[in-house]
């Protein structure tokens, strides 16, 4: 069976960034959860065709990660492993807020921070600097869940999360949509006129455009949107200000120059709630599944992909393609007399549809899928997030 590897060289150094003093707007200063090197790790994605069991069901180990164990720094508490979840499980955490860590990327005040606070009211919302290090946390027991931004409704997908989604072991347990709302933000005492710049994540400054020409301000593009907040006031900018949310401003004390400066009000960010552990899907309420494939090259052969899920009146809410790394050229086998013969880009797609794989219908739909997939996984079945269109 044919497969293609990818090596990952292992991290020197991953850090979680705490405030390391307190300061008056961030009172309780807390301690660096750090992630120390792990071995070197290899996954396979396996390209060759999948087979099926005695019944017809979908095997899973599409992706074969070959790993160490877990380091002995990350040692599980055996009274807070988390239990293996269920979607009535999933939906209590969110109404009753049960205290777990939660890692999302980014400093405190970062949208990502609200998304995990929305979807678990009562947990502890951990900062990491980099999506990979919020993998990593979970993956590690460092934390329990994470959520992490995967597309937004005007500057569209996170492509690094959907590669990341592949790297990693984990499984989506539930999404989270969180409507955004820009600020112009800046420090005590100015006014729009005194500013000159302003610093934001690159697709906040985008989602501001006329607005901030409006104002005749220049932008500066920095890591995050609560960066630019803390760095704006960490360093008592007079001639800068900052794009961040209302959350932000209260956290490093700066005043509210403007409210909803997004150009277009229908802003709305959704997040994937990522678990070591899969939930078990139902069809007590609507269900999301998010899977990812390749095909071989040929004509219509995308097509027939998508027409196993047409045929059986399964609605899909995302398609989205991403190159094979490590094998982004495939030579054609024909020989095309004597010249040489072409190549073709090999390309992932990742693809959201609304049905629960507790759905007969769902399981045949893959099962049909599988017949001329070279790969094919199952990312996960998760509730939908109903609490916005």
Known sequence: MAATTIARSAATHLSLPFPSKSSPSDPSPKATLKLFPKRRRCASVVLASLHGDANGKILGGALELEDSPFDDDASKDLHTLPRPLSSTFVSNSVSEGSRLRVAYQGVRGAYSESAAQ???????????????????????????????????????SI???YDLLLWHRLHIVG??????????????????????????????????????????????????????????????????GAVAS???????????????????SDNVTRFLILAREPIIPGIDRPFKTSIVFSLEEGPGVLFKALAVFALRQINLTKIESRPLRKQPLRASDDSNGGCPKPKYFDYLFYVDFETSMADQNAQNALRHLREFATFLRVLGSYPVDASMP
């Open 246 to 264: 209302s959350t932000a401003a209260e956290i490093y004390g700066l005043n509210i120059l403007a409210e909803d400066i997004q150009d277009d």
């Open 118 to 156: 929305k979807a678990y009211p009562n947990c502890e919302a951990v900062p990491c600097e980099q999506f990979d290090t919020a993998f990593e946390a979970v993956e590690r027991w460092l934390v329990d869940r994470a959520v992490l931004p995967i597309e937004n409704s005007l500057g569209g």
């Open 159 to 161: 492509h690094r999360n």
């Open 175 to 240: 999404e989270v949509k969180l409507a955004v709302r820009h600020c112009l933000l800046a420090n005590p005492g100015l006014e729009i006129q005194d500013l000159k710049r302003v610093l934001s994540h690159p697709q906040a400054l985008a989602q501001c455009e006329h607005t901030l020409t409006w104002f005749g301000l220049v932008r500066e593009a920095v890591d995050d949107t609560a960066g630019a907040a803390k760095h704006v006031a960490f360093h008592k900018l007079k001639d800068a």
